[in-house]
């Protein structure tokens, strides 16, 4: 099982950037792909974007595709979400999650066991 801690999230104008970090902590020597997911109010929780093990392999939800970049530091056991271009409709809870014993990413969240407490982003218009 791998712990997870979001921060950097908070309130930005339309146009500007955030930084997400996604910090792990438990059994982080094993293998674990790792994606970001965020949910609005009233609406259900969505993929954004999401990482290999290696980091070499990266995937997008076309609503972030160009404006969003996912990265990791594996030494620091961390995963980032750099955040461009905000757009008001990015406001949600942002989650990072987990997918343990493997390499690989997937979109769904059913895919993912351990997940953040999430972290607020609201870009105001």
């Known amino acids: 099982q791998v712990q997870l801690v979001e921060s950097g999230g908070g309130l930005v104008q339309a146009g500007g950037s955030l930084r997400l970090s996604c910090a792990a902590s438990g059994r982080t020597s094993s293998s674990y792909a790792v994606g970001w997911f965020r949910q609005a109010p009233g609406k259900e929780r969505e993929f954004v974007a999401a990482?290999?093990?290696?980091?070499?392999?990266?995937y997008y939800a076309k609503s972030v595709n160009g404006r969003f970049t996912i990265s990791r530091d594996n030494a620091k056991n961390t995963v980032y979400l750099q955040m461009n271009s905000l757009k008001p409709e990015d406001t949600a809870v942002y989650y990072c999650?987990?997918?343990?014993?493997?390499?690989?990413?997937?979109?769904?969240?059913?895919?993912?066991?351990?997940w953040g407490q999430g972290t607020q982003v609201t870009v105001s218009a």
């Open positions: 999650a987990a997918r343990t014993q493997t390499t690989d990413w997937r979109t769904s969240r059913y895919d993912y066991g351990d």
């Open positions: 990482i290999s093990w290696s980091g070499g392999s990266t």
